[in-house]
Structures are given as C-alpha cells and as structure tokens.
C-alpha cells in the first residue's frame, strides 16, 4: 500500500506559478513511476506528467510541455510538479498517482495508488 496526500493547490492569475507537492508514505522502499493526472469540471482525468524512479524519464502532456515540470526527490519520498505560465485551462483537481509499472505510463488505469487531489483555480 501507498499512501499519497497533495498539497500546494490554491488560486493564482493567468500566467502566474504554482508548486504542487505529493508525500508518499507505506510502501516506500520499491521503485514506483509518479504521475500527475488533473480533472476539470464535466471532464475526464487526463494524464499531465510522469516521472520513473531514477527521474531520468519523464512524459507529458503535450498541453503543458514546456510550462510544467515533474520533479522528485526520493530521500523525502515526495513528487513535485512545478506549473508556470498557468493558464484558466489549467484549472482541475490535479491528482498524484504512484505506479509500480517498469514504465512510465499516461494512462490513469496503469496507476495502482491515487492521492485525495487538490485544486487549483487560475483566474483570467
């Protein structure tokens, strides 16, 4: 079992940051792929970022390429997605997942664990 809790959601401008941060905790000593996974309103979850074990790969969506970045630091057992240049479209619950897949996957069925989620509004 892995347990994921997000933090860092909030409100921000159009064009402004945010960092979002995942702890994980249980089943920590294993190798596990991190993706981030956001739903809007009326939508389906869809696949943001991912990132292996080792962060040598990582994948994205090709909406927030090159404005998000996928980090983690596997001594505090902590992911992290860094959003710059936000934009309204960006508003949705970002989700954390764990997978212990040997890949690093975008689709949501391929992630064993999920975090509670955490919003994040940006306002034109």
């Known amino acids: 079992q892995v347990q994921l809790v997000e933090s860092g959601g909030g409100l921000v401008q159009a064009g402004g940051s945010l960092r979002l941060s995942c702890a994980a905790s249980?089943?920590?000593?294993?190798?596990?792929?991190m993706g981030w996974f956001r739903q809007a309103p009326g939508k389906e979850r869809e696949f943001v970022a991912a990132?292996?074990?080792?962060?040598?790969?990582?994948n994205y969506a090709d909406s927030v390429r090159g404005r998000f970045t996928i980090s983690r630091d596997n001594a505090n057992n902590t992911a992290y997605l860094h959003m710059n240049s936000l934009k309204p479209e960006d508003t949705a619950i970002y989700y954390c997942?764990?997978?212990?897949?040997?890949?690093?996957?975008?689709?949501?069925?391929?992630?064993?664990?999920w975090g509670q989620g955490t919003q994040v509004t940006v306002s034109s």
């Open positions: 990132i292996s074990w080792s962060g040598r790969n990582t």
């Open positions: 249980g089943r920590t000593s294993s190798s596990y792929v």
């Open positions: 997942a764990a997978s212990f897949r040997n890949y690093v996957a975008i689709l949501p069925r391929t992630y064993d664990y």
